[in-house]
């Protein structure tokens, strides 16, 4: 019954932007936080930005600055926008509740390369 669909990933160059969507059902959107997680070939998936249900944001060390996180409460979306985008930013990108892990999408792929 949960839906996480993940969109708006795809190749740019180094110093570029993307706006990555999150359409979401099956559960209490608004008493949610929510997150986007990343991960790389033979790496752990770990969380670059979480939101809290007042739109409160959080992000990780290596992104902060660049990315923010979004959501609309009134469509259960996500967004994370993302600017200076890094080589090292590639990966594919999730979009997920913070605190239950039960069901994940299918993710879309970012590729930051020159």
């Known amino acids: 019954q949960v839906q996480l669909v993940e969109s708006g990933g795809g190749s740019v160059q180094p110093g570029g932007s993307l706006r990555l969507s999150c359409a979401t059902s099956?559960?209490?959107?608004?008493?949610?936080?929510m997150a986007w997680y990343r991960q790389t070939p033979g790496k752990q998936r770990d969380a670059v930005a979480r939101v809290t249900t007042r739109g409160g944001a959080t992000y990780a060390d290596s992104v902060k600055g660049r990315f923010m996180i979004s959501r609309d409460n009134g469509k259960n979306m996500v967004y994370l926008q993302m600017n200076s985008l890094k080589p090292e930013d590639t990966a594919v990108y999730y979009c997920?509740?913070?605190?239950?892990?039960?069901?994940w999408g299918q993710g879309t792929q970012v590729t930051v390369s020159s």
């Open positions: 997920q509740r913070y605190f239950d892990h039960s069901y």
């Open positions: 099956g559960f209490d959107f608004n008493i949610t936080t």
